[in-house]
């Protein structure tokens, strides 16, 4: 079956580390994003990609950063930058403009 | 500037009542609308979508949306609910004529939970 899975399911950060949190799809979806979800606060977008090797700013998007080398993989890295960085994190893909998006199951971040 | 307002962060209703989670948007073009259910700790999924024709959608599980245009609205219904049902509910909307890479607006969402 199609769709879109993200690891891991949960990941602790040190302080002053970089991590990176994996996102494939099997979708063969153009565009790929990224949200964050804090509660109450629905989701905010931090990065999204249209084509491979171009991508654009969220909302959201200090302290963080994307790559986007293949279509099947958007992969985040949330840097030593970022402050306050536990919260849920979703990604999300779609086929076009008119269509819904389809999210993976996400990853829970948390410092240690 | 587009956005759009889920009018109740919480609503509880008893199993078998009728329930609606409200959904305005604004935007001055043409919209696609979608509400997508959260259960714990797990992703969106698609609950239904209103792109073009009958102004009336619904879901395989008993849901139903009407958009109403002159009201701006996208609110979602159901006669009788379940407490499988319980769950956070989002509305989203994004805007006609935009490339794939175009922006969905996401409500704040409404954390429905079903009383026995």
């Known amino acids: 079956d199609g769709g879109i899975t993200q690891s891991p399911k949960y990941l602790f950060r040190k302080e002053g580390q970089n991590v990176t949190l994996s996102c494939e799809q099997n979708l063969n979806h153009d565009a790929m994003y990224w949200y964050r979800q804090d509660p109450g606060q629905g989701l905010r977008l931090i990065y999204y990609s249209q084509i491979v090797n171009d991508f654009q700013k969220g909302d959201i998007a200090e302290g963080y950063s994307v790559s986007r080398e293949k279509k099947e993989s958007f992969p985040l890295t949330v840097t030593s930058a970022q402050k306050n960085p536990t919260a849920f994190y979703l990604c999300?893909?779609?086929?076009?403009?008119?269509?819904?998006?389809?999210f993976g199951d996400g990853t829970r971040l948390s410092i240690l | 500037a587009q956005s759009v307002t889920q009018l109740d962060s919480q609503v509880p209703v008893f199993e078998e009542a009728p329930v609606e989670l409200r959904c305005n948007y604004s935007?001055?073009?043409?919209?696609?609308l979608f509400w997508y259910v959260q259960y714990p700790n797990q992703g969106l999924q698609l609950l239904l979508k209103y792109l073009s024709g009958s102004t009336l959608v619904e879901s395989i599980n008993g849901f139903e949306a009407e958009f109403n245009k002159s009201q701006t609205s996208f609110h979602l219904r159901k006669p009788s609910v379940h407490i499988s049902d319980t769950a956070e509910y989002f509305c989203?909307?994004?805007?006609?004529?935009?490339?794939?890479?175009?922006?969905?607006?996401f409500g704040s969402g409404t954390r429905l939970s079903i009383r026995p």
């Open positions: 935007s001055s073009v043409s919209v696609y």
């Open positions: 989203a909307v994004t805007f006609t004529g935009y490339s794939s890479a175009s922006k969905i607006i």
């Open positions: 999300a893909s779609r086929l076009d403009g008119g269509q819904p998006q389809h």
